[in-house]
């Protein structure tokens, strides 16, 4: 199981949709893999990036950078504001290979998943840690699927923590400024037993809400969809 520590440490970038994105730029440029690994200069062979293009890889910042070149996929080295949609996406890679890096969901779990949501909106809207920002109900509903938690009560504790207590979020924002992104595969935000959670850009809309069209990178989406789940595993049960 990742500990809160190493949830810090996951990259900003979901695994199997980065290698899903650099095939399809593979493909349509025709080249191969040995000509790739041969532009790495020794640091990925042709088995690397095969495991990497198939999602079977964690990777570094520099890594992502270093392929984004060379496959020709656009990467950004910070958090740049940008409207973005709250999805589960239920096929990542090495993330799902193996119970050490599947994140299961205890309830002390949950805030650390709200903060690293909460960081990441603030960067991408450019507001400042402390401010108190309006929360998307669709973003509620993804957040309560993905946490098995009432959407009433991840409002009440995304609340709480949006007054930044013990500076939390703050570290949060802070840690993103030197991070490398990769738009067009989505931001990372948690890994949970639902699957990943992910800030998708694609299908943006003008005015800022929330995108209604699927994703194009990766087919295992679930976009702004509620499950029924049992009475046993809704809030007001396990509060009673």
Same mark, same amino acid.
């Given at each position: 199981m990742i500990t809160v520590t190493e949830l810090d440490t996951l990259s900003l970038v979901p695994p199997a949709r980065f290698g899903h994105l650099l095939a399809e730029y593979r493909w349509a440029s025709g080249v191969d893999l040995e000509s790739l690994?041969?532009?790495t200069i020794g640091r990925f062979d042709v088995?690397?990036?095969a495991d990497i293009e198939a999602g079977r890889r964690p990777l570094a910042d520099d890594d992502l950078v270093l392929l984004s070149a060379i496959y020709g996929v656009h990467s950004e080295g910070a958090v740049h504001p940008r409207r973005t949609r709250l999805t589960?996406? #239920?096929?990542? @890679?090495? #993330?799902?290979? @193996?119970?050490?890096?599947?994140?299961l969901h205890p309830d002390d779990l949950v805030d650390d998943v709200l903060v690293r949501y909460l960081g990441l909106i603030i960067a991408l809207r450019g507001a400042a840690p402390g401010a108190q920002l309006p929360l998307r109900h669709d973003d509620l509903l993804v957040l309560s699927d993905a946490l098995l938690f009432e959407p009433e009560e991840i409002e009440t504790r995304l609340a709480t923590l949006m007054t930044n207590p013990r500076d939390r979020v703050g570290r949060r924002v802070r840690r993103l400024s030197r991070r490398t992104v990769v738009p067009e595969a989505g931001i990372l935000v948690a890994a949970t037993g639902e699957g990943l959670l992910v800030l998708d850009g694609n299908g943006e809309q003008p005015d800022g809400g929330i995108a209604l069209r699927p994703a194009t990178v990766g087919s295992n989406v679930i976009a702004l969809a509620r499950r029924e789940r049992p009475e046993a595993e809704s809030f007001a049960a396990r509060s009673a």
């Open positions: 690994s041969h532009l088995v690397d990036l589960i996406d #239920l096929e990542e @890679g090495f #993330l799902a290979s @193996g119970s050490h890096r599947r994140l």
